[in-house]
């Protein structure tokens, strides 16, 4: 997506350990105009899977998952973060382990809000090692819910998420794949088409 | 707003406590349409404001900040919750107690965020005790912000939420008003108009 890597390339900082800081326009700072654009994208390569439910986790990829959802005209559910659950009766729980912040967390949604009947698009902010993604996976295959795709803001193609996705015959559209982070510069992976 | 108080009669669920459970479309499921309708009404009333920058807290108030940013094409910044900081150079910080979970969290913005060219509006799924807001009140006066008011989904009006931010002279809207929670229902407070 033009509009997206423009962006990147514009206000990205790229910092050591192969860190993309993009927090004045996705994660702490948001551009809700270009997070419509991107939400109007995600519903387009969607829009045949007849998508019930968009999931996302808290707190970044909640805004890309919410404006997925008002062009869908679908509920949006966000897994919570914990650090570790007593009650968890009514809830889906899966523990994703940060390589960034190198901890462990259980995530967790209500058994109230997905179900087998559920035809569930994956949305987040950036894919990397892909932890909190497969523990949205895991959560949609406890409740027997039919993944149709995960979509993703900011991929890093040179990290091994997209590789576990497609392991699980999954579909990945990603609105910008980074090849690499080089001297401070981001280098976007050549498009196909 | 009509639209949220039948939202709330057909789906809130009041628990001991004083409790308001609306997690399946406000703060765990989203109805991105009813969102969409909430960011409209904060917009159509702060409209006359010229507000350059949304301010909200992770996570429950980010999909009604940015409906209202994405009406007002301005950005939003979600303030980031922490146990507590060692690197605050750059950070503005204030500690917000949460008497639901009775704990005491710092929220922080990035400096690089908030100047005192910003006429901001604050908004937050909902207002009781009003510590959230007044975390975001005193990092707007931390940096020197205006402040041009505060928009809040669902008050409870019997908790003091409203004489704080009432004190500090900032103008207040909520899109819900409860004025008590009792015997398992919820009675709204009167219209004036």
Redesign the interface.
């Known amino acids: 997506m033009k509009l997206l890597e423009d962006r990147i390339k514009k206000d990205g900082q790229v910092l050591p350990g192969d860190v993309l800081k993009v927090?004045?326009?996705l994660n702490?700072?948001?551009?809700?105009?270009l997070?419509?654009a991107m939400g109007e994208e995600f519903a387009r390569l969607f829009q045949d899977e007849k998508i019930t439910k968009v999931l996302t986790v808290?707190?970044s990829g909640?805004?890309p998952a919410?404006?997925t959802?008002?062009q869908l005209?679908?509920?949006?559910?966000?897994a919570?973060k914990h650090k570790s659950l007593t009650l968890v009766n009514d809830l889906y729980t899966s523990t994703v382990y940060s390589y960034t912040k190198k901890v462990s967390n259980e995530i967790s949604?209500?058994k109230?809000?997905l179900d087998a009947d559920d035809r569930v698009l994956i949305i987040d902010d950036f894919l990397a090692n892909g932890q909190a993604v497969m523990g949205l996976i895991d959560i949609c295959e406890q409740a027997q819910a039919k993944i149709e795709g995960v979509g993703i803001v900011i991929e890093k193609t040179f990290q091994r998420g997209h590789e576990l996705i497609a392991e699980h015959g999954i579909r990945l559209e990603s609105l910008a794949k980074i090849a690499a982070l080089e001297d401070g510069k981001v280098v976007f992976e050549k498009q196909n088409n």
Chains 1, 2 share one sequence.
């Open positions: 927090d004045n326009f702490h700072q948001v551009d809700p105009d997070m419509f808290e707190s909640i805004a919410i404006l959802g008002l005209h679908v509920p949006v559910v966000f919570r949604i209500s109230r809000f």
